[in-house]
């Protein structure tokens, strides 16, 4: 299995940019995609954006297109979230998570907390 670490999250105000980060490690080269989601309290976990750790294709829910980029490093085993225009809306948890193949996502590091302030 693949462990990740998300970091790179706090408070921030409306309209501010904040970078997230996925630290991977263990059985990496078992990476298929890296994925980000989130979680709202009281919410269910939603789809942020997905990216290909072979290829760099990425893929990214109609509702995060245009603020939220993702990206990756292969070499240092890592994976980015860029957020712009940041809104109170977009407060949750943040989690990263890694697909060993086309089935789903079956690693997922623990999540860092996002607070957007109006």
């Known amino acids: 299995q693949v462990q990740l670490v998300e970091s790179g999250g706090g408070l921030v105000q409306a309209g501010g940019s904040l970078r997230l980060s996925c630290a991977a490690s263990g059985r990496t080269f078992t990476k298929h995609a890296i994925g980000w989601f989130r979680q709202a309290q009281g919410g269910e976990r939603e789809f942020i954006a997905s990216?290909?750790?072979?290829?760099?294709?990425?893929y990214y829910a109609d509702s995060m297109k245009g603020r939220f980029t993702i990206s990756r490093d292969n070499a240092k085993n890592m994976a980015y979230l860029q957020m712009n225009s940041l809104k109170p809306e977009d407060t949750a948890i943040y989690y990263c998570a890694a697909a060993s193949g086309p089935s789903g996502y079956d690693s997922w590091g623990q999540g860092t907390q996002v607070t957007v302030s109006s």
């Open positions: 990216i290909s750790w072979a290829t760099g294709n990425t």
